[in-house]
């Protein structure tokens, strides 16, 4: 059965969740840079998703993905940056990294798929 929707795709939801997690995390960080950063790269996961998969083509869609993968990366640093300034303890950044890991895998699963 072929996915009609990008809400139905699991790594959409799960780059959702982590904007969610992001979001908690980061919400009473004072520095307000860094804070909207981390953000924006977030959100951009799902958002790319989202955008790609209602274009005309496996190759646009593969294109939108391969931002959510780079939007994936910048968070993943951002998170091993939060660590070093104090920002988030060593248990909250090793969460959060393994569900950008797990988002990761996905992403790159679906490439494969699509672009077979």
Do not use: C, P
């Not at 699991?10 to 909207?36: C, E, G, H, M």
């Not at 910048?74 to 070093?84: F, K, N, Q, T």
């Not at 909250?92 to 077979?116: A, C, F, P, W, Y």
């Amino acid at each position: 059965m072929a996915v009609k929707r990008f809400e139905d795709l699991l790594v959409w939801q799960k780059s959702q969740d982590l904007a969610v997690a992001i979001y908690s995390t980061f919400k009473d960080n004072k520095d307000f840079s860094f804070r909207d950063q981390i953000k924006r790269a977030t959100v951009s996961i799902s958002n790319n998703i989202a955008e790609g998969f209602d274009r005309n083509s496996n190759a646009d869609f593969s294109r939108f993905l391969y931002f959510s993968l780079a939007s994936n990366s910048e968070v993943r640093s951002m998170l091993y940056l939060s660590l070093r300034l104090g920002f988030i303890n060593k248990l909250e950044v090793d969460k959060l990294i393994e569900k950008t890991n797990e988002i990761s895998k996905m992403l790159h699963g679906l490439i494969k798929s699509i672009r077979n």
